[in-house]
């Protein structure tokens, strides 16, 4: 079998097996193996690595286990402190015959917690070549941008890579390339086409949708394994599984629960008759900043517009008692229900309850319309020009309570039923 990625010096059989692991990717591939020779690397996780001694350490003695020179014990174990003792060991230790004639490669993953650490990491990597008189080449990898990663103090501009989104046709050829024995590759790949026309509109994250075909392969198999259907009956396979595929909608990204967990919620609500919203189980673990939203929410929804002056601004001047609050005109708007409120007075209270300061991005208004589609906010109203959207909260008290326990939140404190 020809593969077409051709490189002279490396071996047929190795670029096959490359090939095959990177599907769609033979562009991006070919232009990195054009660029590099042998390759004597450390691969480096930053999350994993820390801190900037564990980082060193990692780096140092991974490129400890390409020298076969016996002045090295390989049993030793390299201690690293700073990065000027990272730069004198690294010299060594490229110094020796096994690594002096060829290019070390250092791959520094999930670059961006690059920012948490010491401000001469960033910067000192790039220019690592620079310092070490060496043939070495760092590479960082990273989902942010170049722009979002650069530091304040002066570094080299380094050659940017850029690996694009994988097309709907493309996520189709590598999902389907990891059909069960069990079943023909047509069968699996009428499956995966089924599961890209419902999710790939909302989720184009590869390992997402792996995920996704995983745990909702079986129900899709169901009427093959029954007998019920054939594996060509594709009307039949899609009514079984439809109505799965959309509860499965609510909860991308999320994983508030295992997969094992997630069939048995389904099989109970089967036997009750109905699908639960995530609002009726107990707890759901939703990202931090979308607690606070809900929170906001909540608060919105059983706060009277007046009393946001007296809850959420800090120096709000002195307020009268009996302009405030009037105890026999109070009603209780938990028995009330909930009340809808405007986009801007939810962001309001966000931005006052939240304890550091965001930028309103759109990474928080796709959160909103997360809340949205797992039923936890109600949109109420016509998303129009003129007035904007309206929500409703449609959480129960204990819900919310639960959910501000997670986040430390004191939310009594902030309801005017509990005054």
């Known amino acids: 079998m020809m593969t077409s990625l051709e490189h002279p010096g490396y071996p047929q059989d190795g670029l096959l097996r490359l090939e095959e692991k990177l599907l769609c990717r033979e562009s991006q591939v070919s232009l990195l193996l054009s660029l590099f020779g042998e390759l004597p690397h450390a691969l480096v996780s930053c999350v994993e690595c820390f801190t900037s001694r564990m980082l060193f350490e990692h780096i140092l003695n991974k490129l400890q286990s390409y020298v076969t020179s016996s002045e090295i014990s390989q049993s030793l174990y390299i201690s690293c402190d700073s990065f000027s003792d990272f730069v004198r060991l690294f010299k060594q230790l490229i110094s ?22 010491e401000a001469n990491l960033l910067p000192g990597f790039l220019r690592l070549q620079e310092m070490t008189d060496a ?3 760092v590479i960082f990898l990273t989902e942010i941008v170049w722009e979002k990663l650069h530091p304040n103090m002066g570094c080299f501009e380094p050659l940017i890579l850029y690996f694009p989104d994988y097309s709907k046709v493309e996520l189709q050829k590598i999902l389907s390339h990891d059909h069960p024995s069990e079943y023909s590759a047509e069968f699996y790949a009428a499956y995966i086409n089924i599961l890209l026309g419902v999710f790939y509109t909302v989720c184009r994250d590869l390992k997402e949708l ?4 995983a745990i909702n392969f079986a129900k899709f198999c169901e009427p093959v394994t029954k007998g019920e259907a054939t594996e060509s009956d594709t009307r039949k396979l899609w009514k079984n599984i439809e109505p799965h595929l959309k509860t499965a909608m609510q909860t991308v990204y999320l994983r508030e629960i295992s997969s094992s967990q997630w069939e048995k919620l389904q099989q109970e609500d089967r036997e009750a008759g109905q699908l639960k919203g995530l609002s009726a189980y107990a707890h759901v673990e939703l990202p931090y900043y979308s607690k606070f939203l809900l929170i906001a929410g909540y608060l919105a929804s059983y706060n009277p517009a007046r009393t946001d002056r007296r809850f959420f601004v800090k120096h709000h001047g002195k307020i009268k008692k009996t302009k405030f609050l009037k105890k026999h005109e109070k009603t209780n708007n938990h028995l009330l229900g909930p009340k809808p409120f405007p986009l801007d007075r939810l962001l309001a209270i966000f931005y006052s309850i939240v304890d ?7 990474n928080i208004f796709s959160q909103i319309s997360s809340l949205v589609t797992l039923q936890l906010l109600t949109l109420v109203g016509h998303d129009d020009q003129l007035n ?9 008290l204990d819900f919310i309570r639960a959910v501000a326990r997670t986040v430390s939140f004191d939310l009594i404190r902030y309801l005017y039923d509990f005054l």
Do not use: F, W
């Open 135 to 137: 043939n070495v080449t």
């Open 96 to 117: 020796h015959q096994d690594l002096k004639n060829q290019t070390v490669y250092i791959v520094l993953d999930k670059a961006e917690q690059l920012r948490e650490m």
């Open 388 to 396: 904007g959207p309206k929500y409703k909260c449609a959480v129960s």
């Open 356 to 362: 550091s300061r965001i930028a309103p991005t759109a």
């Open 210 to 213: 792996k995920h996704l075909a």
